[in-house]
């Protein structure tokens, strides 16, 4: 009877992960259009995260492949990534860092690079989102998505790549007004309002006032008192009305290892 093949162990596992990522970043960096492209490695908060993206830009300079290591938009309570000794790429979360290509090292908290990227308007190298459609590539090979753009009332701009939750913070709120479009409703702010993306690049607002309208924009206003937005599962920040929020097809650019 021929020996069994060993089943490798998970450490091997994802040394041969990270070996695919790093062929795959080698390659994409041979077709930027720069002279000397940078590639910016976004990482997550964890020790395994910030290994793994050290061994990543190790094997990119052993191949003569600039990289620069990024972390992500911090979520509410990580600004400026106080306490976790990370330095964020600048001050300002939406001026696009000295990068041409961004890859995930892999790891935790993918929406987080893919969120970074929708913000800087960057492609990005990233493990194929499970369950997640795959838009037709363009031609730099890049599957565009869309994403929900969030603009606040104090000038702020964030994106949400799967959904976005308001929910009120006060006992009660009383009503709030909402323009679906061109389309003006009253709901009870009491009640959540969330956003997804449906395939065809629209906003799926769903409240149980009124259902599940599909819109292009749409506006929160006249809202008493503070909402707390929820950015793709995660706790994000506090905001006041007005927020408007919009479907923005395309801003989202990925490529698969």
Not at 158 to 164: I, M, Q, S, T, Y
Request: hydrophobic share 40%; glycine share 12%; charged share 30%.
């Amino acid at each position: 009877m021929p020996p069994s093949t060993p089943i490798p162990d998970a450490a091997a596992r994802e040394a041969a992960d990270l070996d695919v990522l790093l062929a795959a970043a080698v390659h994409r960096a041979g077709t930027l259009p720069a002279a000397r492209p940078v590639l910016g490695i976004v990482r997550g908060w964890t020790r395994h995260d910030r290994e793994r993206a050290r061994l990543l830009c190790a094997g990119l300079a052993e191949q003569g492949v600039r990289s620069i290591e990024l972390s992500p938009v911090a979520e509410a309570g990580e600004r400026d990534g106080r306490g976790r000794g990370v330095r964020r790429p600048t001050a300002d979360p939406l001026r696009r860092p000295r990068a041409d290509l961004l890859v995930h090292a892999g790891g935790s908290q993918p929406e987080q690079a893919m969120r970074a990227a929708a913000l800087w308007g960057l492609p990005l190298l990233v493990d194929r989102p499970a369950g997640r459609p795959d838009g037709e590539p363009d031609a730099s090979g890049a599957h565009r998505g869309p994403v929900v753009g969030l603009h606040f009332g104090d000038g702020g701009f964030g994106v949400a790549v799967r959904d976005a939750v308001l929910v009120s913070t006060q006992p009660h709120p009383g009503d709030v007004r909402l323009l679906l479009d061109n389309e003006k409703i009253t709901a009870p702010g009491d009640r959540p309002l969330r956003i997804t993306l449906t395939g065809q690049g629209l906003l799926e607002a769903r409240g149980d006032s009124f259902g599940l309208r599909r819109v292009r924009r749409l506006r929160f206003e006249r809202a008493w008192g503070e909402y707390r937005l929820e950015v793709d599962g995660m706790p994000s920040r506090d905001v006041r009305a007005p927020l408007r929020i919009e479907a923005l097809p395309g801003r989202l650019r990925l490529l698969y290892p």
